[in-house]
């Protein structure tokens, strides 16, 4: 079974394609906007443009545009090529890719959550998360983390505040290249996005 996985929740853009579990390509680039001008040409340098039998997206939480657009990409996909579209926690996939270099450690995953918030969550040493996805202020997540290893792209940053003595910090970030390390039992039939907090844009008030 071949399977394509997008990942365009947060700061990068990446795709890859597998056969089984082996990659047969993938790209990842690094980008604060600009998701949805490259997502599908960098579907379409893939091998046979990237047709699969299935589809993987991250649902988020990250940028509430990048979910929405890598949503978007693999519900049309799957249409189009008759594939199955199955979903994932960003957060679980960065706990995944933290995990592989440290088998067996329970992990802390924090990542910009914008607003000068970070979201974070919590996961034992399974990689199953043990805590909701939270959106907190620095300081708040400096009390919040439960683990000494902390993955994610504000990992030193966690590490650097006052309760972080003693982390150790893997500034990793997702990556679709390595989303077959995310087990089975976090994938997703239910597309429904991960925001992890409210939107930004809020409806005016009505009038009296």
Same mark, same amino acid.
């Given at each position: ?9 947060? %700061?990068?853009?990446?795709? +890859?394609? *597998?056969?089984?579990?082996? @990659?047969?390509?993938? *790209?990842c680039?690094? @980008? /604060?906007r ?9 579907? !379409?340098? =893939? #091998? %046979?443009r990237?047709r699969a ?10 940028s509430?545009?990048?979910? $929405?657009i890598?949503?978007? !990409?693999?519900?049309?996909?799957g249409?189009?090529?008759? !594939?199955e579209?199955?979903?994932? #926690?960003? =957060?679980?996939?960065?706990a +995944? @890719?933290?995990?592989g ?10 990542? %910009?959550?914008? &607003?000068?918030?970070?979201? @974070?969550?919590?996961?034992d +040493?399974t990689?199953?998360?043990t805590?909701q ?8 997540a400096?009390?919040a983390?439960? &683990? ?9 940053? =966690?590490?650097a ?8 910090? =893997?500034?990793?970030s997702?990556?679709? $290249?390595?989303a077959?390390m995310? !087990? ?12 992890g907090?409210?939107?930004?844009? /809020?409806?005016?008030? +009505?009038? #009296?």
């Amino acid at each position: 079974m071949k399977t394509l996985a997008i990942d365009c929740a947060t %700061e990068a853009c990446s795709v +890859a394609l *597998f056969d089984g579990n082996a @990659m047969i390509a993938g *790209f990842c680039e690094p @980008m /604060r906007r600009g998701h949805a001008e490259r997502l599908v040409p960098m579907i !379409a340098d =893939l #091998p %046979e443009r990237g047709r699969a039998d299935r589809v993987l997206v991250s649902l988020g939480p990250g940028s509430f545009t990048g979910v $929405r657009i890598g949503l978007a !990409a693999a519900r049309a996909l799957g249409l189009a090529w008759g !594939a199955e579209v199955l979903g994932y #926690p960003t =957060l679980a996939l960065v706990a +995944a @890719m933290a995990q592989g270099d440290r088998p067996g450690e329970a992990v802390t995953v924090v990542m %910009e959550g914008g &607003h000068g918030q970070w979201f @974070m969550q919590n996961f034992d +040493a399974t990689g199953i998360a043990t805590d909701q996805v939270q959106s907190l202020l620095p300081e708040d997540a400096d009390r919040a983390a439960q &683990h000494r290893l902390v993955a994610g792209n504000r990992a030193p940053a =966690l590490a650097a505040l006052p309760g972080g003595a003693a982390r150790e910090a =893997l500034p990793v970030s997702p990556d679709a $290249r390595q989303a077959l390390m995310l !087990a089975p039992v976090h994938w997703r039939s239910d597309l429904a996005p991960l925001y992890g907090r409210g939107p930004d844009a /809020r409806l005016p008030a +009505a009038k #009296p």
